[in-house]
């Protein structure tokens, strides 16, 4: 079984693959390229739309920053155990 730590890494490797995959295609489709036959409109959509991705993937990770910021104080990250009060 997986630590919550390294859950929290999975976790957060996944958004940077989401992140950057869309980031990488974004600058893609705005290459003028003859390799690129998408019509103008459709085009422009999605840009916009990979950029709104990007945007919302680093949304949830500041939330996810937060989580586990909370959890750490709590938990520990490596055994699972609640942390001891000193």
Do not use: C
């Amino acid at each position: 079984m997986a630590t919550i730590r390294e859950l929290f890494h999975e976790i957060g490797n996944w958004h940077n693959k989401i992140s950057v995959g869309a980031g990488v295609t974004k600058e893609i489709l705005k290459q003028k390229s003859k390799d690129n036959p998408l019509p103008q409109g459709i085009k422009g959509m999605l840009i916009k739309r990979f950029g709104e991705l990007e945007q919302q993937v680093m949304g949830a990770e500041k939330v996810l920053v937060q989580l586990k910021d909370t959890i750490y104080k709590t938990i520990d990250p490596d055994t699972g155990k609640p942390r001891t009060k000193e």
